[in-house]
């Protein structure tokens, strides 16, 4: 699954894809204005650095609106779990620690 964020939107491709999360800025750090983009979402509530916290329960939503597998639901708690065995996913905040990568390709927006 990836988060991408321009200046412009934030939406979320390959919703299906369970087995990676990362999100797609054109640069690391992310320009402030893309980084306000994405806050003002809802999806994040912030950028630090080379990651952003993301918002488990925004992104099960906005990822979910689009996932085309039946077992979907099951296999995004899934993926949750591993985040938590990691240290990656904070239950009191519900918030992931995302990693950020800068977009190789552009798509349309």
Sequence with gaps: M??????KIVRVRESDDLKRLHAEFSAVP????????LVTSGLAS???????LVSASALRELAGQSATTQDWS????????YAAGKGWYNPAADT?????????????E
């Excluded at 992310?30 to 983009?37: D, F, G, R």
């Excluded at 099951?74 to 779990?81: L, P, V």
């Excluded at 992931?96 to 798509?107: L, S």
């Design 2 to 7: 990836i988060i991408e964020v321009t200046e």
């Design 30 to 37: 992310p320009s402030a204005v893309a980084a306000n983009v």
């Design 46 to 52: 912030a950028v630090e650095g080379d990651h952003i």
């Design 74 to 81: 099951d296999s995004y708690q899934k993926m949750i779990d």
């Design 96 to 108: 992931i620690r995302v990693h950020i990568e800068v977009a190789t390709t552009h798509h349309s």
